[in-house]
C-alpha cells in the first residue's frame, strides 16, 4: 500500500467522525499549549535576567586581575570581583595582553590601570570639588573595539583630553552650599517613587532628577594627587586642593578637559559610569606630574579587559586564559548562577505542560481503542480482501500521528497568541513599539523583557514531541487491530 | 518508519511450492475415480484438499466440523459447496481461503501450500490469488463504489488513477456505471452485491469464493447475480468456489460437493 494512500484512507476515517476528531485534536491542542506556554514562561525568566544583566554590562567582557601586587596603586577590579586563586607565575603585562589577543575568539583586549582617588576640581575658583575621582586608564587604540560607547561628544583627539563617565560630573559637589544639600540628585540613585513620608526621611524618586552643576564637556578640570590620609607615601610637592579656597590650579594640579561622556557599562569598569577614562601613556604622564614620588614602574597593569566575540564563547575563552595563570572574572559567573537557579523553576513548569499532555495521550489512546473496536468489522474484511498486517498498522499509526500533528501546529499557534497576548498585558497594553518588543524580542532593557518567551525551537519540540505522544498512543490500538481474525468479518453478520 | 513501507515480496511463497517434508500433499490419496476433478485441460488440480480436518474446542467439548476432507477442483470449474447450516461448508471454505488453520491437513492452492503461509504471506497470498464475495457484501461504509472496488488494488499498491480506472470499467460491466459515487447505504443489496462481485474480480484472481452471494436477496436478483458471477469465471477461466445451501443456485455449478457433518457425502458433476 502506498503512502498517499494511507494519508487518503486516514483523513476519510478522522472527517468520518468529526467531532470525535476535533475533541481529541482539542486535548492534544491543549497539552501542546501548556507545555509550550510554561516552557516560554521559563525562557522568559532567562530573558529577563540576560536583559537585566546586559543593563549592567557587556556580557563579553572578561576581566583579568593578575597578581602583579608590587605596586602602591594596586586596587581591587572593577566591581571588587578580584580573586586570590591565581598563580604567582603569570605577569599581567604588555606581552600578556599580546597573548590574550591572539586567542581564538578575542575581539579585543587592552590592558587597564586604575587610579583609585584622584582630587578633582572644576568650576570658577574651582568650586565643583571630588575628593575621590577614579582615574581609569586603557589602551585607547582598542576603544572601539572593546565595545566602549558614548553618549555624547567625541573621543580624545588633543592633548589633554580624557573621557568621562556617564555621571560623573554628579559626583561634584559644591564647596560652597551647605553639606546634606551640596550634591545634585543623579538619575541612577533615585526610587522609581517616593510616598510624601518617605521623602520626608531622604527618599528621592525621578521627578527630583536634575541637571548637574556644570556641564563637564565645556568645563575644564584640574586634577591633582588626593590629600594624603592613610597611604603617608605622598610625600610630593603638590598641595592638595580639597578646600573652596584654593584658588590657584597652575602649580598644583593639571588640567584636562573632558572630550566625551561614556555610556554607563559595569562590565568595562567604574570609570563609565562615575570617574574619568583615558590613555594609559596619558595617566602616566599625569601621575609622574601630580604625585613624582610614585614610580612609573609601579603603574602596572592592575588588569586587563578582554572581550569576545559572542557570548557563547566567553566560557571557552575565560578557561583558555586560566590556563595561562591568571584568574579572570565575567558577568558569565552571574548569569551562570542565574541559570542554574532558573531552572528549577522551568523543570517545574515544563512539568506541569508535561501531564496536560499525557492527559492528551490517553485521550488519542481512547480514541484509537473505540475506533478499533467500531471497525472491526472493516479490518477484518481488508484482510480478508489482501491488506497485509503492516497495513493494518500503519493505517492507525497514521490516524493517531495525523492526530498529533494537526493538535500540535493548532496547539502552537494558539500559545503564540497566548504568549502575545500576556507579553502585551505585561507592556500595558498595545502599541506598535510594544508589538515589535513582543514579536520580535528587539527591545533593550528591563523594560521590555518579556514575560513569555516562545523560541523556535520551542514550536519544532512541541509538534515532535506531541506526535511522539500521539504516535506512542496509537501503538497499543493499532497492534489490536491487527491482531483482528479476518474470520470476524464474514462471521460477524452471519 | 519501517513499518508504513510495503512489505518486501516474500520469498517464502515460492519456497512453500517445494516439496513439503511432512508428506502430507507429497503423496497423492488414492482417489474415486468419479470425482478425480482434474480438468482436462490443466494437469493438476487448482484446488487441492488432503485429508483435512478441523476441530474448535468450545469449553470443554472438542467439536469436530470436518473430518477427512480429500477434494480436488480443476482450474476454471465453478464447484458449489453444498450442504445445510451446520454441515461445515463455512467451515471449509475458510479453510480453503487461509482464513483458518486447519487441525490437521494440508490446502494447496496454484501450487502454494496455503495452510504454511504465515499471517503475511496470507496476506500477499490473498491479493494476487484470491476474491471473495460475502453474502452481506461486506463494503466499507465509508467508501463509495469505485473506492470499494479499487480496494484490493490499493492493497497492491496500484496509484490511484490506474485502479479507479480499473473499478469504474469494472462497475460499468456489472451494470452500476450509473452509481459510481454511490456510498453503500445508498444502494440496493442487489447493487451492493454487484459492487460486491465486481470487487472479487477486478484483481482477475485465479479463484474467487462466493459464501452464500445470494443469501440475503430477491429471487430475481439471485439469477443476475449468478448468472455474473458465471459469466466472468468463463470469460477468464477462474474458479469458483460457491457456498450455498440453495438448491436453486447449486443449479449453476460444474460440481457439486455435498457435505453432512463435517464430511463429504456425495460429489456430483453435472452438465449444463
Redesign the interface.
Known amino acids: 500500500?502506498?503512502?498517499?494512500?494511507?494519508v487518503?484512507l486516514c483523513r476519510?476515517?478522522l472527517f468520518?467522525r468529526k467531532s470525535r476528531t476535533i475533541l481529541t485534536v482539542l486535548g492534544v491542542v491543549v497539552g501542546c499549549c501548556s507545555i509550550v506556554t510554561m516552557v516560554s514562561l521559563g525562557s522568559g525568566i532567562d530573558e529577563q535576567n540576560k536583559q537585566m544583566l546586559a543593563s549592567m554590562g557587556d556580557l563579553t567582557i572578561i576581566t583579568v586581575t593578575g597578581t602583579n601586587s608590587a605596586g602602591g596603586m594596586q586596587a581591587a577590579g572593577p566591581m571588587g570581583m578580584a580573586d586570590s586563586s591565581g598563580t604567582a607565575t603569570a605577569r599581567l603585562d604588555d606581552k600578556a595582553v599580546k597573548d590574550f589577543r591572539s586567542l581564538q575568539y578575542v575581539a579585543a583586549a587592552t590592558g587597564h590601570i586604575t587610579y583609585p582617588s584622584a582630587s578633582l576640581t572644576a568650576g570658577p575658583a574651582n568650586r565643583y570639588t571630588n575628593d575621590a575621582g577614579t582615574i581609569e586608564a586603557i589602551d585607547m587604540a582598542q576603544f572601539d573595539a572593546m565595545g566602549y560607547k558614548l553618549v555624547s561628544g567625541h573621543k580624545p583627539e588633543r592633548q589633554g583630553e580624557v573621557l568621562a563617565g556617564q555621571y560623573t560630573a554628579y559626583d561634584f559637589a559644591d564647596s560652597l552650599r551647605l553639606e546634606g544639600d551640596n550634591y545634585r540628585v543623579a538619575p541612577m540613585n533615585v526610587a522609581e517613587s517616593c510616598t510624601a513620608e518617605e521623602r520626608a526621611n531622604g527618599c528621592r524618586d525621578k521627578s527630583d532628577v536634575q541637571d548637574p552643576f556644570f556641564n563637564i564637556l565645556t568645563t575644564k578640570i584640574t586634577v591633582a594627587a588626593a590629600p594624603s590620609d592613610d597611604s603617608g607615601s605622598t610625600s610630593s610637592s603638590s598641595t592638595a586642593t580639597t578646600t573652596e579656597n584654593t584658588a590657584s590650579a597652575s602649580g598644583s594640579g593639571t588640567q584636562i578637559q573632558v572630550s566625551g561622556l561614556l555610556k554607563e557599562d559595569y562590565g568595562k569598569g567604574q570609570a563609565t559610569s562615575s570617574g574619568l577614562l583615558m590613555d594609559i601613556g596619558m595617566l602616566k604622564d599625569l601621575v609622574a606630574k601630580i604625585q613624582p614620588g610614585a614610580a612609573t614602574s609601579s603603574l602596572a597593569y592592575d588588569s586587563a579587559l578582554v572581550r569576545v566575540q559572542d557570548i557563547d564563547h566567553v566560557a571557552d575563552v575565560e578557561s583558555q586564559i586560566r590556563t595561562m595563570g591568571f584568574t579572570t572574572s565575567s558577568s558569565r559567573d552571574m548569569l551562570d548562577s542565574l541559570k542554574e537557579q532558573t531552572r528549577s523553576i522551568q523543570l517545574i513548569l515544563g512539568g506541569i505542560g508535561a501531564v496536560a499532555l499525557v492527559v492528551a495521550a490517553i485521550g488519542i489512546a481512547n480514541t484509537m481503542v473505540m475506533s478499533v473496536t467500531e471497525r472491526v468489522?472493516?479490518i477484518g474484511?481488508?484482510?480478508?480482501?489482501?491488506?497485509?498486517?503492516?497495513?493494518i498498522?500503519?493505517m492507525f499509526?497514521?490516524e493517531a500521528g495525523a492526530i498529533g500533528v494537526i493538535g500540535g501546529v493548532i496547539g502552537c499557534l494558539v500559545s503564540a497568541v497566548i504568549s502575545l497576548a500576556i507579553n502585551l498585558i505585561r507592556y500595558g497594553g498595545v502599541s506598535t513599539e510594544h508589538l515589535q518588543w513582543a514579536i520580535l524580542g528587539n527591545g533593550t532593557g528591563d523594560e521590555s523583557a518579556r514575560i513569555s518567551v516562545i523560541p523556535w525551537w520551542l514550536y519544532v519540540f512541541a509538534i515532535a514531541f506531541a506526535t511522539l505522544i500521539s504516535l506512542i498512543s496509537g501503538f497499543g490500538p493499532a497492534n489490536k487491530a491487527v491482531r483482528v481474525?479476518?474470520?470476524d468479518?464474514?462471521k460477524s453478520?452471519? | 518508519m519501517a513499518w508504513l513501507a510495503s512489505p518486501p515480496p516474500t520469498a517464502n511463497m515460492d519456497a512453500s511450492i517445494a516439496p513439503d517434508a511432512s508428506g502430507v500433499l507429497a503423496t497423492p490419496a488414492p482417489r474415486p475415480a468419479r470425482h478425480n476433478g482434474t480438468h482436462p485441460a490443466s494437469g493438476r488440480p487448482m484446488i487441492e484438499v488432503r485429508n483435512l480436518r478441523k476441530e474448535y474446542v468450545m469449553g470443554a467439548e472438542h467439536v469436530i466440523a470436518l473430518d477427512r476432507i480429500n477434494l480436488g477442483i480443476a482450474r476454471g470449474q465453478i464447484c458449489c459447496i453444498y450442504g445445510e447450516s451446520g454441515s461445515g461448508k463455512s467451515t471449509l471454505l475458510n479453510q480453503l481461503a487461509g482464513m483458518e488453520r486447519p487441525t490437521r491437513g494440508g490446502v494447496r492452492i496454484g501450487g502454494i501450500v496455503v495452510s504454511r503461509l504465515d499471517e503475511r504471506e496470507l496476506a500477499e497470498f490473498r491479493q494476487k490469488h484470491i476474491g471473495f464475495v460475502f453474502q452481506s457484501y461486506n463494503l466499507l461504509p465509508g467508501l463509495n463504489a469505485v473506492e470499494n472496488v479499487a480496494m484490493p488494488l490499493m492493497f497492491r499498491g496500484v496509484p490511484r488513477e490506474e485502479r479507479e480506472a480499473r473499478a469504474r470499467a469494472m462497475l460499468r460491466r456489472v451494470g452500476l456505471g450509473k452509481r459510481l459515487n454511490h456510498y453503500p447505504s445508498q444502494m440496493s443489496g442487489g447493487q451492493q452485491q454487484r459492487v460486491g462481485i465486481a470487487r472479487a474480480f477486478v484483481t482477475r484472481p485465479q479463484v474467487v469464493f462466493a459464501d452464500e452471494p445470494t443469501g440475503n436477496l430477491d429471487s430475481k436478483t439471485k439469477v443476475d447475480i449468478m448468472d455474473m458471477i458465471r459469466d466472468f469465471a468463463r470469460e477468464n477461466g477462474q474458479t469458483i468456489v460457491l457456498v450455498t445451501h440453495d438448491e436453486h443456485m447449486a443449479a449453476y455449478a460444474d460440481r457439486i460437493v455435498t457435505l453432512l457433518d463435517g464430511r463429504i457425502v456425495h460429489d456430483t458433476e453435472q452438465d449444463e
Do not use: W, Y
Open positions: 500500500m502506498r503512502f498517499s494512500d494511507l487518503h476519510q476515517n468520518r468489522r472493516e474484511i481488508m484482510k480478508a480482501l489482501g491488506c497485509t498486517v503492516h497495513d498498522r500503519a499509526l497514521v481474525p479476518a474470520l468479518a464474514i453478520n452471519q
